[in-house]
């Protein structure tokens, strides 16, 4: 079964630095890879998703994640943060014939002025 | 309304009250899902349904009773729950089982006293 590490629990970023968080998973094959951001008291949200072609995905809100088969990774990225992006962040994996995410523990991304 | 929403947001309730959460989606969608999520674990999938039908039953208690009368609504009936029971209870739904991309309700906080 595949799974997910999210290694960083919580990061703290200043406003308009750059942020990137880690993703780590374990499976044989190419993964279905996800982000989603879940700002507090609301759902998670889709930021972006990867199936197959371009490593280098382009998400909502400004935000890119590059998927490394030989580091087995998915980091997000994003050049210059935003107070409104203060949130949890996850990481999830999806496999071929089987739509059930697994998905990471979460980071906790607190931005400071 | 549109999207997933969940009803109610919050619910306290003792160990021996019958209580039921409630989960509506406005996105046409066929498959909709139950997952648990606790502080700083990964998202526990409960329960999967497909055009109505249950596909997914993760171990999970028989305190825990899903129903899904048609594609739009999924509830969640709870009776003599523990408190261990006490997490926040996200709903989702996709086109179908064979869609990885899932849209999350805002999710209902359960304490369970």
């Known amino acids: 079964a595949q799974s997910v590490t999210q290694p960083d629990i919580h990061i703290t970023v200043s406003e308009g630095a750059s942020l990137e968080l880690r993703c780590n998973y374990s499976?044989?094959?190419?993964?279905?890879l996800f982000w989603y951001v879940q700002s507090p008291g609301q759902g998670l949200q889709l930021l972006l998703k990867?199936?197959?072609?371009?490593?280098l995905v382009q998400g909502i809100k400004g935000f890119e994640a590059e998927f490394k088969r030989s580091q087995s990774s998915f980091n997000l990225r994003k050049p210059s943060v935003h107070w409104s992006d203060a949130a949890e962040y996850f990481c999830?994996?999806?496999?071929?014939?089987?739509?059930?995410?697994?998905f990471g523990a979460g980071t906790t991304v607190t931005v400071r002025a | 309304e549109t999207g997933v929403t969940q009803t109610p947001r919050h619910l306290v309730m003792g160990m021996t009250n019958k209580k039921s959460l409630k989960c509506e989606q406005h996105l046409g969608h066929n498959a909709m899902y139950w997952y648990k999520q606790s502080a700083k674990k990964p998202l526990e999938l409960m329960f999967v349904?497909?055009?109505?039908?249950?596909?997914e039953n993760n171990s999970v208690p028989s305190r825990f009773s899903p129903e899904c009368p048609n594609s739009s609504h999924l509830f969640l009936h709870l009776h003599t729950l523990q408190p261990e029971d006490s997490a926040l209870y996200l709903c989702?739904?996709?086109?179908?089982?064979?869609?990885?991309?899932?849209?999350f309700g805002p999710g209902t906080r359960l304490t369970v006293t």
């Open positions: 990867y199936f197959s072609g371009d490593t």
């Open positions: 349904y497909n055009f109505k039908e249950q596909t």
């Open positions: 499976y044989g094959a190419t993964p279905y």
């Open positions: 989702a739904s996709s086109q179908d089982t064979s869609d990885y991309e899932q849209y």
């Open positions: 999830a994996v999806g496999v071929f014939n089987d739509y059930k995410l697994s």
